[in-house]
């Protein structure tokens, strides 16, 4: 079967540095996302990765191991407004996301 | 950058009526519009695929007759959530690929959402 493994929640504090990290296993890969979803929105794009390595993208970096269905998101100098969750999605063989339930970040003063 | 507007952004409606949520692709055409729904704490669930000029591919355990899509146009996609019930009382969202072609066709723009609430 397929599955996102995330945490459930996670708390950081302001200015630190925080890895959300992401298994999964899917019948095939083309990529995978992480998408930002704020509490009562719909998600945004944060990054795509498809081979492996770290694609940094200013505060946000993601990294990728395909051989260990590894992924993570690394947030740098968080603010308060990255309070949100966070959500991991690889495509499948067919290009299809498939979603898990996403990790939900407080960030505290 | 590409938007994917919904409408209405929130509904309450009684149960046994119908409601009908817009998604519109504001510039850009979309051939393909997918429709999720989210419970709370929960993950978006995929509910089914809307193609443009066809019928839409549903997920596994979706009633198509519950819920109506139409795709009439590249810029529009409705959802008509029929003869509702407190149970369909979720949050709705469409999304739209932001191109074709390689991953521009997987990286999904998303709609606003709409909260619908059946009393």
């Known amino acids: 079967g397929q599955n996102i493994d995330q945490p459930t929640e996670m708390t950081a504090t302001e200015g630190a540095i925080v890895q959300i990290n992401c298994t999964y296993q899917?019948?095939?890969?083309?990529?995978l996302f992480w998408y930002q979803q704020h509490a009562g929105e719909a998600p945004t794009f944060l990054s795509y990765?498809?081979l492996d390595g770290l694609e940094e993208k200013g505060r946000f970096s993601s990294f990728l191991s395909r051989s260990k269905g590894y992924s993570y998101l690394l947030l740098k100098e968080l603010q308060m407004k990255d309070s949100a969750s966070y959500l991991c999605a690889p495509l499948d063989s067919n290009y299809q996301l498939i979603w898990g339930a996403g990790t939900k970040l407080i960030i505290k003063p | 950058g590409a938007v994917v507007s919904q409408h209405p952004s929130w509904v309450i409606c009684k149960s046994g009526t119908s409601v009908k949520i817009e998604c519109r692709s504001l510039d850009f055409q979309a051939t393909t519009m997918f429709w999720y729904r989210q419970f709370p704490k929960q993950s978006l669930m995929l509910m089914a695929t809307s193609n443009e000029g066809s019928k839409a591919t549903y997920e596994q355990g979706v009633e198509k007759d519950k819920f109506l899509i139409n795709h009439a146009s590249l810029t529009l996609s409705t959802l008509t959530v029929t003869s509702a019930h407190p149970e369909d009382s979720s949050f709705y969202i469409c999304?739209?690929?932001?191109?074709?072609?390689?991953?521009?066709?997987?990286?999904?723009?998303f709609g606003p959402g709409t909260r619908l609430t059946v009393t």
């Open positions: 990765n498809v």
């Open positions: 899917t019948s095939g890969f083309n990529g």
């Open positions: 999304s739209a690929p932001r191109g074709s072609g390689g991953r521009s066709s997987y990286e999904q723009y």
